[in-house]
Nanobody, 119 residues
Framework: QVRLVESGGGLVQAGGSLRLSCAAS????????MSWYRQPPGKQRELVAA???????NTADSVKGRFTISRDFAKNTVYLQMNSLKPEDTAVYYC?????????????WGQGTRVTVSS
């Protein structure tokens, strides 16, 4: 069993910063990609940023230049540094990991952490 635990969400004023963390634990052989998704109120979940098992990064255009994803491979942890936050960044942010486990490979989600940006 693999568990993803997120932290770092909260309420912040527009222009402020937050740092999200997501730590993976459990029966893990290796973690392939780790990603952050978000789901704004009333909208579908969307990819924010992802980092592969070899460190390649993909960032959504809507957050490029403001958000930075990083990963600590030794700690099985991924971070999302969010700067210059805007009200439209308000969402529940979810961590996702593509994990190789005993017997195969599977996709795991965290419980979500809420980010609210006030104007």
């Amino acid at each position: 069993q693999v568990r993803l635990v997120e932290s770092g969400g909260g309420l912040v004023q527009a222009g402020g910063s937050l740092r999200l963390s997501c730590a993976a634990s459990g029966s893990i052989f290796s973690i392939n990609a780790m990603s952050w998704y978000r789901q704004p109120p009333g909208k579908q979940r969307e990819l924010v940023a992802a980092v592969t098992g070899v460190g390649s990064i993909n960032t959504a255009d809507s957050v490029k230049g403001r958000f930075t994803i990083s990963r600590d491979f030794a700690k099985n942890t991924v971070y999302l540094q969010m700067n210059s936050l805007k009200p439209e960044d308000t969402a529940v942010y979810y961590c996702n990991a593509d994990v190789s486990i005993p017997g195969g490979r599977d996709d795991y989600w965290g419980q979500g952490t809420r980010v609210t940006v006030s104007s």
